[in-house]
């Protein structure tokens, strides 16, 4: 199975991001960018502008995480923007279809994120219409909190739905990935991974990256 390692610049320095971008550029699939307004999670990231001139001058892809209510507005924008992939999350839309539909037309894959609490099975009309489950591995809101080992159950269920898959489903898991939880969620089935703070308070941000890397590449 193809591994992706996608660092979240949460906990990345904000004022220099460029450069925090081009630290692990070179040994990331994605930058995974977290976008966040303060109603559906209580922290706000970035604007429309500012989010846009990070993934225009980012020199890789970008997966753009929307923590957002409305993600019918804001999904299709994002798309627009250039972001190879916009997640949005499932409990803050009403039309699936609709989102799945405009941010496909722009040219992006869409994912669907869960939260903790969020059965697997709201997936069930929308799995063969997306390109990515996002089974969310702490609460959406903040970096640096514990992975939730009760969560490893929901990713083999989703990895058992989507077989190892010729549609290209890639299977994410967000919050608290570290050296010492990537190998129980490579296990689990996912194939795509955010790291944040690990990534991010390392010493050498490339280092870890390429160490998560050879940790969720199962032997
Ligand atoms: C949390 C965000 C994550 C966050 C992960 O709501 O969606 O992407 O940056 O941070 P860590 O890896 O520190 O848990
Ligand atoms: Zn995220």
Known sequence: MTV???PSILNADFSRLDEEIARVADVSDLIHLDIMDNIFVPNFTFDFDKAAKIIENCPIPVDSHLMVIEPEKAAPRFAEMGSA???YHFEAAINHRQIIEDVHGLGSRVGIALKPGTALSVLDDYIGLIDMILIMT???GFGGQSF???MLEKVRQARKRLGV???G???QVDGGISP???EVATEAGADTFVAGSAVYKAEDPAKMVTLLRELATQR
């Open 169 to 171: 489903v890639w299977l």
């Open 85 to 87: 992939s916009v997640t």
């Open 148 to 150: 939730m080992n009760e």
């Open 4 to 6: 992706r390692i996608t």
């Open 138 to 140: 702490v609460e959406p």
């Open 165 to 167: 898959n010729d549609r």
């Open 180 to 182: 010492s939880t990537i």
